[in-house]
């Protein structure tokens, strides 16, 4: 004979408490979803998990490009005093690339780190499944990055005053070890940053709250826009900025190679911790249930 004393999820001041408690629980629903699709598209149908994943790339890349003729159009004008006005808009218009990348359905690395941290959390995934998925999903990035890199060597995309820009942004991007420890650290807590910003976008994109596609995008808009802005720093960008400036001319591959190590370190900790761990832990009812249950039995 059962407990009629027990809650259950017909409680309404249960339930009740649960909506005002754990307000992240559809969020938490949603990521749990995907989780599932990723890690079965990643297992069954790698071939199509990857092209996925390749779009990102490639959305990224071309977005990336659009960034650095918008920055050189205004540069040209005038002394470059118009060089700050270029970098806003140009930051806006890549925070479409986030847009696109999620109405397309691609594959983007930084939003899959907080999507297998939650499925760690709630024990819905191993650290083998989730380790597939975000190598495949890098290496499908770093695929449309390479192809995007290509089409940039076998034209005259980066021989004009944009290819001058995005040589600036590669310098920018290695002289952070010229510093020396500090550089590393400074490089390191963008990194941070820029996948906190990422993923607190999709934290408002799934958690159910917004309805309508329009303020969808401004929010992903805005997210890229801080990071690209202020000058934090992305692991698949950057791996793709490199791409480009390596088959277009020189690059010190060591660097380039310790700079992406470090952004996808503090990128991990940014999305997958900040937003991933805290937004599980935060609105895990579980103990919550039992204490409810232990009080009323």
Known sequence: M???????DQDPDL???????FPGKYFISTVLNALET????SGGLARVYLMRAAMAGIIIGLMYLVYFAIVAAFVAVGDGELKTLGQI???LVFGFALVFIYYSKSELLTSNMMIVSIGAYYRKTTPLRSLRILAMCYGGNLLGGLLVAIMVALSTLGSDAMGEQLEGAVEHKLEYFDHGLFGMSDLFM??????FMINLAMLLVYNGLIKDDLTKSMAMIM?????????F???????IVFLIAGLHGTLDVGLALANVGIVLVGNFIGGGLLIGLYYAYANDDRKFLRKRGAKTA
């Open 2 to 8: 059962s407990d009629q004393s027990a809650p259950s």
């Open 15 to 21: 339930e009740r408490d649960k909506r005002e408690l």
């Open 38 to 41: 990723k890690t079965r598209m």
């Open 89 to 91: 808009l140009g930051s």
């Open 190 to 195: 963008r990194a941070i940053l820029c996948n």
């Open 223 to 231: 997210s890229v826009f801080v990071f690209a802005f202020v000058g």
């Open 233 to 239: 720093e992305h692991s698949v960008a950057n791996s």
